[in-house]
């Protein structure tokens, strides 16, 4: 495992922040994660940016936006042009309680990496719910420009047996009452975009 120098991390930023079409975004992700490594990737300190160009590239492709980069600045993340309106967006990933980012790939004490697939490890409805809101509450409690939209991708394997549309109405209650600073909220989850 080689981690990346500042300026190795300089240069993918700078990279990531030029407007691509979002399937061209994410070639580039899914190129710069293939050289850098899971390890890398999931261990080393200041590459969020990365997972924000993912969601971005993701989001962009469903929605059918035009182009999308990521903002070089303290925040929003990223923004994405669609019909010559621009949007900027601030990201947030939702994990299961008590999972850790990148924990899989956390070297043991015996130097030997063990992967545990997170689809192991079922998660009911309420606890997805409530891990959604609790990732959303924590970009809720910071400032943010007037015109920022807020994006949470859940990273929790869908199951069929959750009841997607139940989830998604009692969180657009809840968002609608919660996130009064955000112009819009929107969950990525798989290959689905919703707007709450």
Request: proline content about 4%; charged content about 30%.
């Amino acid at each position: 495992m080689t981690r990346l120098s500042k300026i190795e991390i300089q240069k993918l930023e700078s990279k990531l922040s030029t407007w691509f079409q979002p399937k061209d975004m994410l070639t580039c992700f899914r190129q710069i994660s293939n050289d850098i490594g899971s390890e890398v990737f999931f261990n080393q300190a200041g590459l969020a940016f990365l997972r924000d160009a993912y969601i971005g590239a993701k989001f962009g492709k469903i929605r059918n936006a035009n182009k999308v980069r990521l903002i070089t600045e303290n925040q929003p993340d990223f923004e994405i042009i669609i019909n010559k309106t621009t949007m900027k967006f601030e990201a947030t990933e939702v994990l299961r309680k008590g999972r850790r980012r990148g924990s899989e790939y956390q070297p043991k004490c015996t130097g030997e990496v063990v992967f545990c697939s997170p689809d192991e490890l079922e998660v009911d409805e309420e606890q997805i719910l409530q891990s959604i809101k609790d990732a959303i509450n924590n970009k809720n409690k910071r400032y943010y420009p007037p015109d920022t939209h807020l994006i949470a991708y859940v990273n929790i394997p869908f199951i069929m047996w959750y009841d997607r549309d139940s989830i998604l109405t009692r969180l657009k209650k809840y968002t609608q009452s919660q996130c009064i600073q955000f112009q819009s909220v929107w969950i990525l989850w798989n290959d689905r975009v919703d707007k709450l």
